[in-house]
């Protein structure tokens, strides 16, 4: 095929592959700028309709889990720029290869699944911030006046947004892996949806959560995906503390890529034993 040449180009000069494929990537998510400009349109009205609501809910209750109203609106439209890189409500296009049966010219390449997959999906989520991300900020800096980190947040930030891609990842990366034992995985695919959003503070920030349920909720992988950037964003998080948040996503990260790499495993002799 020819879009391997460049492939057999770069290992040939003994560089690795996953680079390649991140571009790759990233070219294709960033190759329809109008339709990721709509999109961007999309998060940015849920943005305002949120911050209205936040705005209301902590008139109310001034506070509220330590936010102040500004850190609550600032709250609303970094998580809707971050809802594409962060992948909320989508999952991998290697469920519709695994369906179809093209899985097993992926597992038959000479390059590791999970890596080639994660590669892809990190060029995905640059594509999509590059695009998606910043109208909802600069809506939000427009209409509301909030406050930007400093370029030591901003870098803090970047860190914490890497690491919840990487736990977002591992976590659709096992989802798809259902769909060799399931072959439709569309319930486990809204379960995964469902759980994304509450838990990971896409609907209302965890801090508000009462009780155990919050402290729960606050211990659960999908916090690292929108909680905890976000916090890191709004500068509530510094020192020993900030460096406890990437411990936390590192571990989550780590703990479901090696879920993911038994689950690839136990998928790959699946496939053989079928005959695949």
Excluded: K
């Excluded at 390649?20 to 961007?40: I, N």
Aim: glycine share 10%; net charge positive.
């Amino acid at each position: 095929m020819a879009w391997n040449a460049p492939r057999r180009r770069l290992a040939s000069r003994g560089v690795s592959v996953y680079p390649w494929v991140a571009a790759y990537s990233f070219r294709r998510h960033a190759a329809y700028p109008l339709g990721a400009f709509a999109e961007a349109i999309t998060n940015t009205v849920f943005g305002f309709v949120r911050a209205w609501i936040v705005l209301a809910l902590w008139d109310a209750r001034p506070g509220l889990g330590g936010y102040t109203a500004a850190d609550a609106v600032a709250f609303c439209f970094i998580t809707q720029a971050m809802i594409g890189p962060v992948q909320i409500f989508g999952g991998l296009e290697l469920t519709q290869r695994i369906r179809s049966g093209e899985v097993a010219v992926d597992l038959h390449r000479p390059v590791d699944l999970q890596g080639w997959w994660l590669a892809d999906d990190l060029g995905r989520a640059a594509g999509t911030l590059a695009l998606r991300g910043v109208p909802p900020m600069a809506a939000g800096l427009w209409a509301f006046d909030l406050t930007l980190p400093g370029p030591a947040g901003w870098a803090a930030f970047a860190a914490a947004m890497l690491l919840a891609v990487v736990t977002g990842f591992a976590l659709r990366y096992l989802v798809a892996l259902t769909a060799f034992w399931l072959h439709d995985d569309r319930g486990m695919q809204a379960v995964s949806l469902i759980m994304s959003m509450f838990f990971s503070g896409m609907v209302l920030p965890l801090v508000v959560f009462p009780g155990a349920l919050g402290e729960i909720a606050r211990m659960l992988p999908w916090a690292a995906l929108i909680q905890m950037p976000a916090d890191v964003f709004l500068g509530r998080c510094s020192g020993a503390e900030l460096w406890s948040v990437y411990a936390f996503q590192a571990f989550w990260a780590a703990v479901l890529l090696a879920a993911g790499r038994a689950l690839t495993a136990a998928a790959r002799r699946r496939l053989v034993i079928h005959g695949g």
